[in-house]
């Protein structure tokens, strides 16, 4: 085994000790980003070539401050984005929510699909469907100063139109247009703050997590925006804690004017996002 190698194993303990929840990967990544050498080529690294960085790599995950911020990057889906202090890290199991927008577009048989992701953080959502739908345009909203400073790096060079504002007042010119809505926006509610990972909870922004008492403050204003931007027969998609499936489709009523509601899993199998069409009139 080479020095690298042998430190990894190491490392992997040691982070295994701080009660991270993946330490290997996160110990091979840092390996690979120290190294500037993929996973797989950790071992071709020369003993002499060893950086001894690394161990500070380490003693900062082992702290709890999240991989991406010590990485300074995020992969999602195809995408690798730049993310720190200020913006939210993208989370795997938004992959399938964007997964299961981008089918639905597709089904909907629209030549230029009109697409606005609410709530957009670093732009993962909106790059996403922009790169995987290629006729599409889309918007995306975001209010935070800071993490738009992250969103406007990745947006750069590609499809995606950013706006800065609440999402709630959001691209009134777009009323009844938009073929899809999307957005995972902040849901966890405030009486859980002490649950959450030390990872999330010191270091995500605080506007990126909690909405309200019951976590559905946002949500419950993007069902009214989400019908104010749809054409009738558009769909808005939204995540959701995999405590809330219960009560999130129930915002999405016919008598609001909403059908085929519906609560979907992520594919840990955990209910993670509802769907609903805007009732054709
Ligand atoms: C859970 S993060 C999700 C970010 C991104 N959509 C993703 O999936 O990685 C929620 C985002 O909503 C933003 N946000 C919260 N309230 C907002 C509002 N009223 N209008 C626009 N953005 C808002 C936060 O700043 C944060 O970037």
Not at 6 to 26: F, I, K, M, W
Not at 40 to 62: C, K, M, N, Q, S
Not at 137 to 159: I, P, Y
Not at 195 to 203: G, S, T, W
Request: glycine share 6%; proline share 7%.
């Amino acid at each position: 085994m080479n020095l690298l190698l042998a430190e990894v194993a190491q490392a992997t303990q040691r982070l295994a000790a701080a009660g991270v929840p993946s330490p290997r990967n996160d110990a091979e990544e840092l390996a690979a980003y120290v190294h500037d050498v993929k996973r797989g080529e950790l071992h071709t690294v020369p003993d002499a070539d060893f950086d001894a960085r690394y161990w500070e790599a380490i003693a900062r995950r082992e702290a709890r401050e999240p991989l991406q911020h010590i990485t300074g990057r995020a992969y999602f889906r195809y995408l690798e984005l730049q993310v720190g202090p200020g913006v939210f890290v993208p989370r795997p199991e938004t992959e399938s929510v964007v997964g299961w927008a981008i089918d639905a577009v597709r089904a909907m048989d629209v030549v230029e699909p009109l697409v606005v992701d609410l709530c957009t953080g670093s732009g993962a959502i909106a790059l996403a469907l922009a790169q995987e739908v290629p006729r599409s345009t889309v918007h995306a909203v975001e209010l935070s100063e800071d993490a738009l400073a992250w969103t406007r790096r990745n947006v750069e060079g590609s499809r995606v139109h950013l706006h800065q504002g609440d999402a709630f007042a959001a691209l009134p010119e777009l009323d009844g247009q938009v073929d899809l809505v999307i957005s995972n926006p902040p849901y966890i509610p405030l009486t859980e703050w002490e649950y959450v990972a030390p990872e999330a909870r010191d270091h995500d922004p605080e506007m990126a997590l909690f909405s309200g008492e019951d976590g559905l403050d946002t949500i419950r204003r993007i069902e009214r925006t989400a019908h104010r931007l749809l054409r009738p027969g558009g769909v808005v998609v939204v995540e959701h804690a995999d405590t809330q499936g219960g009560q999130v489709p129930w915002l999405f009523t016919e008598e609001r004017g909403w059908a085929d509601a519906a609560d979907h899993p992520d594919l840990n199998k955990r209910p993670r996002f509802a769907t609903a069409r805007k009732a054709l009139p």
